[in-house]
């Protein structure tokens, strides 16, 4: 085999660290676990170390914008939405990619994002100062788009079309769409794609302001996979 036709590895994998935000907050990109991923199954020891991790790397950012903590390695490939696959009916996100390794802890830190939107939607606002306000406000609009994709560009405002929002990733058993009519609807069946879109009814409806969201799944919820992700969400 002559050099040329070798494949360089740097070629297939490209490594680089990357921030929370930087991994979960790019417009129009979702994530998706494959079929021969394993469901959901951290504990809530796991979860707890993971979120001491956050903290911990939190906290000394405080101190050293530069410093950097290791959360663990995440292996992905762009995939794309094909017939066999049937990952989106309707609008696309511009980039899906494949989840290989690290869905476990993708999948954790999703549920922390939504778990910490919600408790801050609990607090009145509006008895804070102005100043303060609108920075709660934006750390809460940024919040959101770590666990959701909006392609609502693609629509007139006034359409109100709430499935114009995805869950940040899903599984082969759901499928994104921007639509609710039939075959054409969406689906979110596995745990963490029907969580973040119930979060999302929920954090969209005013009614709900100051009040904790209750994760309660409607797609097979007496399953090992939804009574074990609903147990290490509380």
Not at 13 to 42: L, M, N
Not at 67 to 85: K, P
Request: charged content about 25%.
């Amino acid at each position: 085999m002559s050099d040329e036709s070798k494949v360089k590895i740097d070629d297939l994998f490209a490594a680089e660290s990357k921030t929370i935000r930087r991994i979960f907050g790019v417009d129009s990109t979702g994530f998706y676990v494959p079929a021969y991923q394993r469901d959901y199954s951290w504990d809530s020891e796991k979860v707890e170390r993971l979120l001491d991790d956050v903290l911990f790397g939190t906290y000394n950012t405080l101190d050293n914008h530069k410093s950097i903590t290791f959360l663990g390695t995440i292996i992905v490939v762009e995939t794309s939405n094909d017939n066999d696959q049937k990952i989106t009916r309707g609008t696309s996100p511009e980039a899906i990619l494949g989840i290989v390794d690290g869905q476990q802890r993708l999948t954790t830190l999703l549920m922390l994002i939504v778990a910490l939107h919600s408790e801050l939607r609990t607090y009145n606002v509006d008895d804070l100062p102005e100043s303060m306000k609108k920075n709660v406000n934006r750390f809460l609009g940024a919040l959101e788009k770590l666990y959701l994709m909006d392609i609502s560009n693609e629509y007139d405002e006034s359409d109100n079309n709430i499935h114009v929002l995805y869950p940040k990733i899903i599984r082969s058993c759901d499928v994104w769409s921007d639509s609710d009519k039939t075959h054409l609807k969406a689906f979110y069946g596995s745990p963490i794609s029907q969580f973040i879109w119930q979060y999302i009814q929920f954090s969209k409806d005013s009614t709900t302001s100051r009040q904790i969201f209750d994760y309660d799944p409607k797609s097979d919820p007496d399953s090992v996979a939804h009574t074990n992700f609903r147990s290490t969400f509380e």
